[in-house]
């Protein structure tokens, strides 16, 4: 089975609301968003490239996890509870953040993200990043 494993450094973006141009009525993706997307699809290009491996045309299987900078204003005994895992990020839904990535991950790993069959994503504390891992049937 195909598998790629890739990451990228920085605080994860999850998918922004759609917004509205009042003028047309067109709904577009923020483009936080679709820089953050742009940046995921650039990395899992690169260890597609890597492995030269082309996109999946079958039912994926992803795994992510999001790691996410400690709020510096939180007491020690918090932040500590943090490193340990005690506290997780709430502010950040786990569905938005994995919109973002898949949306990434489209035409590059997958040809859409209506092939994941299971999904697992995992939220925590840590150096901001997010890692990454696509395997399918060939």
């Known amino acids: 089975m195909p598998r790629v494993d890739f990451w ?3 605080q994860p973006v999850p998918k922004g609301r759609p917004r509205f141009n009042t003028r047309t009525g067109r709904a577009y ?4 968003t679709k820089e953050y997307e742009h940046r995921i699809a650039a990395a899992a290009s690169d260890a597609m ?5 082309e996109p999946a045309t079958t039912k994926c299987t992803v795994h992510i996890l999001t790691q996410f900078s400690i709020p510096v ?3 020690k005994s918090r932040r500590e509870a943090a490193e340990r895992g005690e506290i997780i990020p709430t502010r950040v ?4 953040l994995a919109k973002s990535i898949l949306d990434g991950c489209i035409g590059v ?3 859409d993200d209506g092939q994941v069959e299971k ?7 840590g ?12």
């Open 8 to 10: 990228l450094k920085g």
């Open 29 to 32: 993706t923020p483009a936080k």
């Open 49 to 53: 490239q890597d492995l030269n491996l």
């Open 73 to 75: 204003s939180w007491p």
């Open 93 to 96: 839904d786990c569905d938005n």
């Open 109 to 111: 790993t997958f040809e």
């Open 119 to 125: 999904l697992v994503i995992t939220k925590k504390y």
């Open 127 to 138: 150096d901001p990043l997010v890692l990454a891992s696509v395997e399918w049937d060939e």
